[in-house]
């Protein structure tokens, strides 16, 4: 059974830092294809950033040059650096882990930017 489990949400002023953490167990995580994603209240989930099991990378418009997605392997973890950040990007954060056309969900962390 796969879990996937984030922590690292928070509290923060604009301009400031945090880094989700993304824990998976019960698969092969170095082959998953792993996002993050997040869903501000009234709004639809949105892609964040994904990386591939070749260290490839994606991110949304919204976040490029601000955000970084990165993984350790041996940790079966995924980070999310968030630097610059600010008000809009509020919302509850969501690991995603895919693999095999299976696709898994952590249960979201908070993340409020105020301004």
């Known amino acids: 059974q796969v879990q996937v489990v984030e922590s690292g949400g928070g509290l923060m002023q604009a301009g400031g830092s945090l880094r989700l953490s993304c824990a998976v167990s019960?698969?092969?995580?170095?082959?998953?294809?792993m996002g993050w994603y997040r869903q501000a209240p009234g709004k639809q989930r949105e892609l964040v950033a994904r990386?591939?099991?070749?260290?490839?990378?994606y991110y949304a418009d919204s976040v490029k040059g601000r955000f970084t997605i990165s993984r350790d392997n041996a940790k079966n973890t995924v980070y999310l650096q968030m630097n610059s950040l600010k008000p809009e990007d509020t919302s509850v954060y969501y690991c995603?882990?895919?693999?095999?056309?299976?696709?898994?969900w952590g249960q979201g962390t908070q993340v409020t930017v105020s301004s």
């Open positions: 990386i591939r099991s070749s260290g490839s990378t």
């Open positions: 995603n882990a895919f693999q095999d056309w299976n696709e898994y």
């Open positions: 019960g698969s092969i995580f170095s082959i998953m294809r």
